[in-house]
């Protein structure tokens, strides 16, 4: 039985990853800022007032944690705001660099106490953090925002190789959940069984790989 920690777990994949675990009969802990009856009913360990931009919720989430060895960490939480002039929306550009960036960073730094050799981290970032993939613009503050959770997903990939700790950025599809306004090709839960067996196929070989869910590997 391993111990999971998702970050976001109220909604949308991370509540789908949160249950799919569950289901397992992993233990699981979910983080939110408010949680949620769906999240209640799949029966994980429940965190509240774990906002990812913020030290303190962070610090009293790791406090509560204690010497809690973590399995797998899946850095889920995330933002994308819309707006009509989003190339010039700068207080959203930074919200969502805050928490897609910074967000990750800032709960994988605070867990590395209780992450050992052989522990395993995930960050959910998007194909619209693809440099290489980027054939249409536009979404200024989201895209930037996660090709910067990307690069700090491969520093902590070098930061963590001597710890035996693999570092993976997963693309999760376009789900059908409340950041596409119920658009998407995937369920939640499809992505998140997706999600799960990228995570499983991990090693170090793997470690600071940009990858589909699908798994194919995505141009930086
Ligand atoms: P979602 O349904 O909107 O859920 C987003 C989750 O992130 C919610 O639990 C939300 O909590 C949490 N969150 C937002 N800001 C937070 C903060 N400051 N602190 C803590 N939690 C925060 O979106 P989703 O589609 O499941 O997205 C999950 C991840 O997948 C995100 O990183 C997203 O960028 C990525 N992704 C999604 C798609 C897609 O097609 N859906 C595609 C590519 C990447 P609240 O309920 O408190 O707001």
């Given at each position: 039985?391993?111990?999971?920690?998702?970050?976001?777990?109220?909604?949308?994949?991370g509540?789908?990853?949160?249950?799919?675990?569950?289901?397992r009969?992993?233990?699981?802990?979910?983080?939110?800022?408010?949680?949620?009856?769906?999240?209640?009913?799949?029966?994980?360990?429940?965190?509240?007032?774990?906002?990812?931009?913020?030290?303190?919720?962070?610090?009293?989430?790791?406090?509560?944690?204690?010497?809690?060895?973590?399995?797998?960490?899946i850095?889920?939480?995330?933002?994308?705001?819309?707006?009509?002039?989003?190339?010039?929306?700068?207080?959203?550009?930074?919200?969502?660099?805050?928490?897609?960036?910074?967000?990750?960073?800032?709960?994988?730094?605070?867990?590395?106490?209780?992450?050992?050799?052989?522990?395993?981290?995930?960050?959910?970032?998007?194909?619209?953090?693809s440099?290489?993939q980027?054939?249409?613009?536009?979404?200024?503050?989201?895209?930037?925002?996660?090709?910067?959770?990307?690069?700090?997903?491969?520093?902590?990939?070098?930061?963590?190789?001597?710890?035996?700790?693999?570092?993976?950025?997963?693309?999760?599809?376009?789900?059908?959940?409340d950041?596409?306004?119920?658009?998407?090709?995937?369920?939640?839960d499809?992505?998140?069984?997706?999600?799960?067996?990228?995570?499983s196929?991990?090693?170090?070989e793997g470690?600071?790989?940009?990858?589909?869910?699908?798994?194919?590997?995505?141009?930086?």
């Amino acid at each position: 039985m391993a111990t999971i920690l998702v970050t976001g777990a109220n909604r949308g994949i991370g509540l789908a990853i949160a249950k799919a675990f569950v289901n397992r009969s992993d233990n699981v802990i979910a983080t939110c800022r408010s949680s949620s009856p769906l999240l209640a009913q799949t029966g994980a360990e429940i965190f509240e007032s774990v906002d990812v931009t913020n030290d303190g919720d962070i610090a009293n989430f790791s406090k509560a944690l204690g010497n809690r060895e973590i399995d797998i960490l899946i850095n889920n939480a995330g933002v994308s705001l819309r707006s009509a002039h989003e190339e010039q929306d700068w207080p959203a550009m930074l919200h969502q660099f805050n928490v897609n960036a910074l967000g990750p960073l800032r709960v994988t730094r605070a867990l590395l106490g209780i992450l050992k050799p052989g522990s395993k981290i995930a960050i959910i970032t998007s194909f619209m953090g693809s440099i290489g993939q980027n054939s249409w613009g536009g979404q200024y503050g989201y895209r930037l925002s996660k090709a910067a959770a990307n690069m700090a997903g491969v520093n902590l990939s070098h930061e963590l190789k001597p710890k035996q700790i693999p570092v993976v950025l997963i693309h999760p599809g376009y789900v059908t959940t409340d950041l596409t306004g119920g658009q998407g090709n995937l369920s939640p839960d499809m992505s998140a069984k997706g999600v799960i067996d990228r995570i499983s196929e991990l090693t170090m070989e793997g470690t600071g790989r940009f990858m589909h869910v699908d798994g194919h590997e995505i141009p930086w």
